[in-house]
């Protein structure tokens, strides 16, 4: 079993839908949770991060649940400008930056 | 702010031939990195330095070596390439703590193609 699993999509969506992407984790003691972006051939960039609370940021919400070790991503009225690949990375277990372990990616193109 | 930058971007190497992929970053960070990304697999990492003069390995080592000599700089060598070495690396580097409150920077990456 892979340690962070994405399903890798790709998702096709209307411009104004909404989207949620779930992504799985193996290691229970993982700390620290986040979504990345990466547009193509471009570096993957930090979207947000994602507390035990929940947090949203405008259209994005990100949820965690522990118990089921799964965190997602909800995007509501999707933009054009939206579509590029989503990145789960999570911290396993030290709160060091060398312990995150990135998902192979949820790709997302929304249609005009 | 230059943040991560990494050269070259694009390099086409004959088996056998090695290089050097340089990484520098102006945030005075403790961490740095590289990673390869391969189709389906998400990015893996290579080697990691949590400050100058130290260096340590990470999930895929093999083929590579790395050194820090600065705080600045990471550059990344690949010492014999193969084709299994094609792929495309990011260098990265961060506070060496991770939490909620940091993030990961990484370089535009390099697309290393091993014939």
């Known amino acids: 079993r892979k340690e962070v699993e994405q399903d890798p999509g790709p998702f096709n969506v209307p411009e104004g839908a909404t989207v949620a992407f779930n992504c799985t984790y193996s290691n229970s003691a993982s700390q620290s949770f986040f979504w990345y972006r990466q547009d193509c051939r471009k570096e993957p960039k930090l979207l947000m991060s994602v507390y035990s609370s929940g947090n949203e940021d405008g259209r994005f919400t990100a949820q965690l649940n522990r118990a089921s070790q799964y965190i997602s991503l909800l995007i509501r009225d999707s933009k054009l400008s939206d579509s590029a690949t989503y990145l789960c990375v999570v911290n396993g277990g030290g709160g060091s930056a060398r312990q995150l372990t990135f998902g192979s990616g949820t790709q997302l193109t929304v249609l005009p | 702010n230059a943040g991560v930058t990494q050269t070259p971007k694009f390099q086409v190497l004959k088996t056998g031939q090695s290089m050097t992929l340089q990484c520098a970053q102006d945030?005075?960070?403790?961490?740095m990195s590289w990673y390869r990304q391969d189709p389906g697999m998400g990015l893996r990492l290579i080697h990691y330095s949590v400050g100058a003069g130290i260096t340590d390995q990470g999930e895929v080592p093999n083929g590579y070596n790395v050194s820090r000599s600065t705080t600045e700089d990471f550059p990344l060598r690949l010492l014999s390439a193969a084709p299994s070495q094609t792929s495309v690396y990011f260098c990265?580097?961060?506070?060496?703590?991770?939490?909620?409150?940091?993030?990961?920077?990484f370089g535009e990456g390099s697309w290393l193609t091993v014939v």
């Open positions: 945030m005075n960070h403790e961490y």
């Open positions: 990265a580097s961060s506070y060496a703590g991770l939490n909620s409150g940091n993030t990961i920077y």
